[in-house]
């Protein structure tokens, strides 16, 4: 597996990362016996950037992947998200609070097990609280060796501008995909790009739609989080589905699978644009790993590219990534 240099950063990452959240129950059920043996696997093969957040399970994902790279803590380099309150906590303490955020950070050192993360990062920016206010508190856990590097995710170009201006950031994670291209149309990868900062694009699976054997409503479980989510709706998931249809006739001429040619065209993006954006698609099994890390294999030409683009445009998805009041938390 190909590393290279993640961003500003001196940490080398594999091209494609492993997302975590799916062990946790996000999509149904999922075994911890082989979601562990997921992730051994994925370190076997060389994959050494997982993605996990303190809200994946309410610490359970931690608990997981502590156990999972136990005396392979040198093999991996772990980002771990803040996550953001919703509601009103009972101490008050917002998402984008210092506070919160080392409360946060500390717990999750605790639950993984290790002494310091690689890149600790706050899930969304707080419209109460300055972004600087926010990152000025993360790079006081930098200092104190918590951790040695600090992202956000799913905030606008300015607000990584305006972060940046009190502590350099690694990264933006973002939810970037064919279905979801929101971080071209709002600036957030000419701003990564612009100040040397990698991107990590999640969700490029389309949460299971871009794949041979996409979900059926039907028969998600009551807390699979698909059931709330408009591309998963009647007609907007039979117009999905037409265009990933569409999207398998490109795959078989590179000999992939809609997984992997979804996998792939993020990081053929990157590239395009002199950005380096490192898909973390989710697995809970083996199997699911295996297939996606070939991926990296894949070779998209710049007419390959322009054939994709004329499939599926930008905004070509029928649906939001969220419901609506979950969209108004996107882009601060």
């Known amino acids: 597996m190909e590393r290279r240099r993640f961003g500003n950063t001196d940490l080398m990452v594999s091209a494609i990362g492993l997302g975590c959240y799916g062990m946790s129950g996000a999509y149904g059920p999922a075994e911890d016996a082989e979601s562990i043996a997921t992730i051994r696997r994925a370190l076997d093969l060389g994959v ?3 993605d996990t957040s303190a809200s994946y399970g309410e610490g359970h994902n931690h608990c997981l992947i502590g156990e999972a790279i136990r ?12 996550g953001s309150p919703r509601d009103s906590r009972p101490d008050g303490l917002r998402g984008g609070d210092p506070r919160y955020l080392r409360r946060t950070c500390e717990e999750s050192l605790k639950n993984l097990g290790i002494e310091a993360l690689d890149m600790f990062c706050m899930s969304r920016v707080d419209p109460n609280v ?6 000025g508190g993360m790079a006081e856990l930098v200092r104190e060796g918590k951790t040695r590097f600090i992202s956000l995710s799913e905030c606008s170009a300015e607000s990584l501008r305006r972060g940046s201006t009190v ?6 994670q973002m939810e970037y995909s064919l279905f979801s291209r929101d971080a071209e149309q709002q600036g957030q990868i000419e701003a990564c ?3 040397g900062m990698a991107m990590m694009a999640y969700s490029v699976l389309g949460r299971g739609m871009l794949t041979a054997a996409p979900p059926k409503p039907e028969e998600f479980e009551a807390d699979d989080i698909r059931a709330r989510l408009p591309r998963f709706d009647g007609l907007n998931l039979e117009q999905n589905l037409r265009l990933c249809s569409a999207l398998e006739a490109v795959a078989r001429r590179k000999n992939a699978t809609l997984a992997q040619l979804a996998i792939a065209w993020p990081m053929a993006r990157g590239t395009r644009v002199g950005t380096f954006i490192v898909p973390i698609p989710g697995a809970k099994s083996r199997k699911h790993l295996d297939e996606n890390v070939r991926a990296a294999d894949i070779l998209l030409t710049a007419d390959d590219l322009v054939e994709v683009d004329d499939i599926v445009p930008s905004g070509a998805a029928f649906g939001t990534r969220y419901a609506g009041g979950q969209m108004d938390r996107l882009n601060r």
């Open 48 to 50: 050494n950037l997982l």
């Open 71 to 82: 005396g392979r803590r040198h093999e991996v380099v772990i980002h771990s998200k803040s």
């Open 167 to 172: 502590h350099p950031l690694a990264s933006l």
């Open 130 to 135: 300055p972004v600087e206010e926010s990152v």
């Open 193 to 195: 790009k612009e100040l």
